[in-house]
């Protein structure tokens, strides 16, 4: 089955204090430990963010569409780029994402027809950060953009947002650890 998966890189980083996506994480930068772990589900890998500035990574970038609209743009950048029938769309500063666990959003999402498979967190909040989106999902994300919507899940009340409970991942990531995000140099401890 043709699947993609875009990683974000955008963002200013300024808890982190430098670049996330070029930080280096376990011997190289984030992004490239993100779109290993994300190369084993799916079938092409690409990066969201200035190409200038990413393509030294080894990866195809695509730009944003619209610049300074926050992550929902780099989503509808992602989905408007490609072409598969699912669409994993996921932040670079992810680096504790779990094989396993991508492997049953995949999975949930071919079962469903939803038009955006997102988990919830053990804290009970979406992570549309690391969802898979169907490919009828990018017109109506790129109307929410243009009518000025740039909080994503404002975003999914325009879609047939199906979630995935963390009841259906407990076996393989019970303490979420796929989601947990780096903002700080300190969220880097395991």
Excluded at 22 to 46: H, I, K, N, T, W
Aim: proline residues 5%.
């Amino acid at each position: 089955m043709d699947t993609a998966a875009y990683i974000l890189t955008g963002g200013k980083s300024s808890r982190f204090g430098r670049d996330k996506a070029l930080f280096d994480f376990q011997g190289q930068p984030m992004a490239l430990v993100v779109a290993g772990r994300v190369a084993e589900v799916f079938d092409q890998v690409s990066l969201v963010g200035d190409p200038q500035r990413y393509s030294k990574l080894g990866l195809r970038v695509i730009p944003d569409q619209i610049a300074n609209a926050g992550p929902l743009a780099g989503i509808a950048a992602a989905l408007e780029d490609s072409t598969a029938q699912h669409t994993l769309v996921v932040a670079c500063d992810m680096p504790f994402l779990r094989v396993s666990f991508l492997e049953r959003l995949f999975e949930k999402a071919a079962d469903s027809n939803a038009r955006a498979l997102v988990p919830i967190g053990i804290d009970g909040r979406p992570q549309p950060l690391c969802s898979v989106y169907g490919a009828s999902a990018a017109e109506t994300i790129q109307l929410a953009l243009a009518a000025g919507v740039r909080k994503i899940t404002d975003a999914f009340d325009r879609l047939d947002t199906v979630y995935l409970h963390p009841a259906d991942y407990s076996d393989i990531d019970p303490e979420g650890k796929s989601f947990r995000n780096v903002n700080t140099l300190a969220d880097l401890q395991i």
